[in-house]
């Protein structure tokens, strides 16, 4: 009897210490970049909403370490709407929006919805165009969903519900750029013309959510910038290193059956890291 007991209020305490760990607050690694009153902190600091208006523009907010590497998560639902033209955004880049650092490489690492389409591009010294979008295997829109980019000095790596659907390999050995500085996390809502055309903004405002502000990422110190290169980051282990055999599957199986474009095809785009990222 005492036995029972004790493992239903061991049962109770792993309950109660798994959900606490599930929720890490905005305010614990994130801080608004601007949009004043379009950014709403919802569920007791558990959630965040974005809202993009024809008068006020969109929001945004952003880590408040940088980092050298990590597995970095997101849980986003998308404005269920007529949403061409508008972009929901969660990447990976190297200075603070609208802050240029002078003499320092752009690299960026995006995750966008194009409206309901998703998109993932990368800027790798300075260079652009190199998008690859996708219609998604669900509806953006109908319930949040993970979306994680994985960096370490070997891939950075896309998933989405866990499944691999974009990688960009450490090539440099081939000539082709790999972030070494320091990135942080940002998010967004805004609008662009290149997202699908103008906004219908009698559909407005444009509201998306994000939950799940964990941060799984080596805070970059200055210092000694190898030291995020650390095995003792589980991200950086050699099982991280390539996709594993079933990860390699998801992406075959999304590139074949869910992108429609790939800046690869496009030969005036198509870099040498192309014929080895897929
Ligand atoms: C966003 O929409 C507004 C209102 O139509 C427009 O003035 C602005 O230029 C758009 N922004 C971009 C980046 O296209
Ligand atoms: C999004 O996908 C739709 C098809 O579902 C397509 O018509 C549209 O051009 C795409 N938008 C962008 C910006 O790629």
């Not at 523009?57 to 639902?77: N, Q, R, V």
């Amino acid at each position: 009897m005492m036995a029972y007991f004790a493992s239903i209020i061991f049962l109770v305490f792993v309950l109660i210490f798994s959900s606490c760990r599930a929720q890490v607050k905005f305010d614990k690694n994130y801080k608004q970049t601007w949009g004043e009153d379009h950014l709403t902190v919802t569920d007791g600091g558990n959630g965040v909403s974005l809202m993009l208006n024809e008068q006020h523009g969109g929001a945004g907010f952003i880590s408040l370490s940088d980092f050298g590497s990590g597995f970095f998560e997101i849980e986003m639902k998308i404005p269920n709407k007529n949403t061409n033209g508008v972009i929901t955004s969660f990447y990976l880049q190297e200075v603070a929006f609208g802050k240029p650092v002078e003499g320092v490489n752009h690299f960026e690492f995006d995750i966008e919805f194009y409206g309901r389409n998703f998109s993932t591009n990368v800027f790798a010294k300075d260079q652009g165009h190199r998008e690859q979008l996708f219609h998604l295997w669900f509806d953006p829109t109908a319930g949040f969903h993970k979306y994680q980019i994985l960096w370490n000095q070997h891939q950075i790596a896309w998933f989405v519900d866990g499944e691999a659907v974009r990688i960009w390999k450490n090539l440099q050995h081939r000539g082709v750029a790999f972030p070494s500085q320091p990135l942080h996390v940002e998010a967004s809502i805004w609008n662009a013309t290149f997202a699908g055309g103008n906004v219908d903004w009698s559909q407005a405002p444009f509201t998306a959510f994000y939950k799940d502000f964990a941060m799984n990422a080596c805070v970059y110190q200055g210092s000694n910038p190898k030291e995020c290169y650390s095995e003792k980051y589980y991200w950086n282990q050699k099982q991280y290193w390539t996709l594993t055999p079933a990860q390699q599957a998801q992406l075959t199986n999304h590139r074949k059956n869910h992108m429609y474009f790939d800046y690869c095809s496009d030969s005036s785009k198509a870099g040498p890291e192309c014929k080895f990222n897929q």
